[in-house]
């Protein structure tokens, strides 16, 4: 299955300049990936972007926001959530600091 | 969008590193240290709290440690003097999974001793110390430390639980002096492999057993190499003295306006020498009496005097922060610090007078100074006769100063006890260096 990620500026250093990367997921049962897996199907093409989105506990950084379609994970089941087919997922750094 | 600009630096030239809220800063400057052209602003928006130079080993090596909010902290190399960043794809400075923690800051990057180039060190938080042996390719967590009893009840100060000073000892390959805030000061003797707290006789004014063994507040602390045993720590209230490598410390908080502080700076060539910047209270973290002024001790402690030449005495509410003061290895000394409201001082004789370098910067955290090259081959216009009689027809102090600066190469070279102490007594009572001071204060 394809799933579409949308890059923010930031990361595109590390993604060859690309702002859309589309992976190839295969899903380990008859259910949607997890946005997990699709994350790990991205750093996979991409390494550089996986420090940056999560910390060495595995965890999403508390800054940044991953959505699938319009929906942030953090309210979904967080990387466990489906990613649906034709879901864009979009990394968004979070409004914050000063 | 800012321009982003560079500078490019020679052998002999004088780079201040300066690390703000938003960014990094490198200015370079001829060894007059009079004009200073100005690199950056590099990793925009980013609080940049570790800055070195690594010039071990023919490097010309610039680390930087960003700690994004969005995307985390990340060390990065620079071998151009910022233009290009070697920012590796997998972070270089990573907890191992089994630590159970994420790394939120870098705090401080020191190179090893001169004689082991390959060798970095960086402090991070939470509280940890890691170690490069391949000249900052791969970073490793020290277990010792991270898994000594005291850790867990080590409490994080206002800034974080962070470990923001290292103090590699320059003759004993297995000693290594820590300090954390708030767990105190650890040395270990063994590598690395074991650390015990070395905090006997500092207060901690926070915590009802005011002198515990660990839990102090440290802020900073310094060593001259050529005395391995002497240490100086500016605490969270308290300014000590050590003569026995950290195992007892001793008040030497007399004749200063408060022992609140954070900044802490020793003279390049001078092991008696020590710069401080005093701060009225831990709650108001201001220059006492809204004046700017940096006290150094020539004493190694016994008494403090205040240097205010050039430095606002009115109405200046200024806070320097731990790492954001240091000094050159030129001769006479530079001293250089920046404030958290963005502004970077400087002294090019010591501390005798100083003079504003640039304001308007982000909330500066860090300044480092670093002589590039070998000092012993820094280059270093001749004083030929045709120069010494053109200095002596000038009147301008600058110039004078200027010209003096350029005669001396840094002495960074690890020396004696016995040969830094001569060399310290002949240079306070060099009559040409007394004449030529007579002549700036004029």
Redesign the interface.
Known sequence: MRVVFLIPG??R??TDGAGRVTVEVTPAGTAPPAAGEALAALWRLH??V????V???G?V?P??NVFVGNESIRWTGGLATPVTQGAEVSIV??V??G | MATIRHVSAKDGDVLLLVGTMKGAFILRSGPARERWEIGGPYFRGQPIYALAYDGRADRRRIWAGSASEHWGATLASSDDFGRNWNTPESALIRFPEDAGASLKKIWQVQPGRPDEPDVLYAGVEPAALFESRDGGTTWALNRGLWEHAHRPKWEPGFGGLCLHTIIPDPVNRGRLLVAVSAGGVYRTDDGGRSWQARNAGVRAQFLPDKYPEFGQCVHKVVRHPSQPLRLFLQNHWGLYRSDDGGDSWRDIAKGVPSDFGFAMAIHPHDADVVYILPIESDEYRCTPEGKLRVYRTRDAGGSWEALAKGLPQKDALETVLRDAMDADAMNPAGIWFGTRSGKLYGSRDGGASWSLVLEGLPPVVCVKAAVVGEPRRARVAKRTKAVRKSAARRSAPKRAAGVRANRRVPAKRRVTAGRAKRRAATERTKPRARRRTGARAR
């Open positions: 930031q990361l250093a590390f390494p550089g996986r420090d940056r989105l910390t060495e506990q965890q950084r800054h940044v750094p979070a914050s600091g």
